[in-house]
């Protein structure tokens, strides 16, 4: 079992929740960013949008790994960062580009 952080576009958030389930289901302890079932980010306030960056974050440093939803090859900034602290940490990085899952 790996703790393992889904990482990606909140436009990518069927898709996490997929990867959440099957990974779940694959037994490992999954972190997913928080509001998958909200309609959309712009719902949170500015303030509850940084203390969720940072919850995620540490999340990250939890984690074994990080799962990068990254379709068509897109990785915005916040899932940059993600990628740079999860290196920083030496984490395994596992992008869903390169996997069939």
Same mark, same amino acid.
Do not use: W
């Given at each position: &079992? /790996? ?7 909140? /436009? %990518? ?12 289901? #694959?037994?490992?302890?999954? %972190? !997913? ?5 909200? !309609? ?14 940072? &919850?995620?974050?540490?999340?990250? /440093?939890?984690?074994?790994?990080? %799962? ?11 899932? /940059?960062? #993600? ?19």
């Amino acid at each position: &079992m /790996k703790i393992i952080t889904i990482c990606g576009s909140y /436009k %990518f958030k069927k898709q996490m929740t997929e990867i959440c389930e099957k990974l779940t289901l #694959e037994g490992n302890c999954v %972190f !997913a960013p928080n509001g998958l079932a909200r !309609a959309d980010k712009e719902s949170y306030t500015q303030e509850e949008m940084l203390m969720l960056a940072q &919850m995620h974050k540490e999340k990250i /440093k939890l984690s074994d790994a990080v %799962f990068i939803v990254d379709i068509d090859g897109y990785i915005g900034n916040s899932t /940059k960062s #993600e990628i740079e602290l999860a290196q920083a940490l030496d984490k395994e990085i596992i992008y869903y580009s390169k996997i069939s899952v």
